[in-house]
């Protein structure tokens, strides 16, 4: 059984360490997408401060697509031409937005966010997805947030059996 930790963020670069080593041992022996993409969020979800949303979306025909996530719910399909989600997975790289009133085409999935981190999932080399965090605060995430979930989707990725396709 997992039992999740709390974790001391006053040094980001070692709580990101610790919950990197913790992720690893969650998912280790279990390459399901679904599983593994649900325990993401959720871990994620319960090991980061100030968040009010959590989760995946992954590529399909040309959209992203809702998938295991923690919060509200949230937009069922986004263009890959709207908000960050779009932005991150069109341009294969993470973005990080202070203020998501400020950026253009922001979608108001939860009108309680303020901030927003999205991080490109990809497997083969081939983009699959997006992992998506928001914040009730402006300007919760920074570089090393983005660095820290970037090796958490690392983890998930190298854990995970991908279908040829997701669809």
Known sequence: ???P???DWSDKRVAYDALVRDLAALLHDEPDLVANASQTAAFVWHALPDLNWAGFYFLKDDELVVGPFQGLPACTRIALTRG???AAASQRRSIIVPDVHAFPGHIA???????ELVVPVMAGGELRGVFDLDAPIPSRFDD???HGLERLMD????TTAWPAAVS
């Open 155 to 158: 983890v998930f990725v190298s």
């Open 1 to 3: 059984m997992f039992a």
């Open 109 to 115: 999935c939860d009108a309680n966010s303020r901030s």
């Open 84 to 86: 960050v989600c779009g």
């Open 144 to 146: 090393a947030d983005r």
């Open 5 to 7: 930790a709390t974790y």
